[in-house]
C-alpha cells in the first residue's frame, strides 16, 4: 500500500492511503515504534540480538521537525532531539498506524 500524502499536522502524522484510507499517527507513537537499529536493536546470523542501552526520551523526542522520502517505498522522520536514523517503509508505517 502506498500512501498519496503525509502530512505532519500539530502532534500527529496524517496519511492518505491509495486505497482511500487516512490515518493520523500520535507523533509519540511513532517515535517509540522507531525501527532503527539503534532502537529495535539487530540480531547475528545466530539469532543473538544487540542493541543500544535504554535512552531517555524527552518532550524533544516527540517533535518532528520534518521527513524525508526514502526512495519510493519510506519516509525518514527527522526528531527536534536530532534522532534520524528510523526508516519507515510504507507496510511498517501502515502497522504502526493500525496498531493499538
Known amino acids: 500500500m502506498r500512501p498519496l500524502?503525509?502530512?505532519?499536522i500539530g502532534r500527529e502524522l496524517a496519511v492518505k492511503?491509495?486505497?482511500?484510507?487516512?490515518h493520523?499517527?500520535?507523533?509519540?507513537?511513532?517515535r517509540r515504534a522507531c525501527p532503527c537499529a539503534g532502537c529495535k536493536g539487530e540480531v547475528d546470523i545466530l539469532g543473538n540480538l544487540y542493541k543500544n542501552p535504554e535512552a531517555p526520551l524527552t518532550l524533544q523526542s516527540f517533535?518532528?521537525?520534518?521527513?524525508v522520502n526514502v526512495g519510493g517505498y519510506a519516509i525518514q522522520p527527522v526528531w527536534a532531539d536530532r534522532h534520524n536514523t528510523g526508516i519507515y517503509s510504507f507496510d511498517y508505517l501502515r502497522r504502526v498506524a493500525t496498531a493499538k
Open 24 to 30: 493520523f499517527i500520535p507523533l509519540e507513537k511513532l
Open 17 to 22: 492511503w491509495s486505497d482511500g484510507v487516512e
Open 63 to 67: 517533535e518532528l521537525t520534518g521527513f
Open 5 to 8: 500524502d503525509i502530512q505532519h
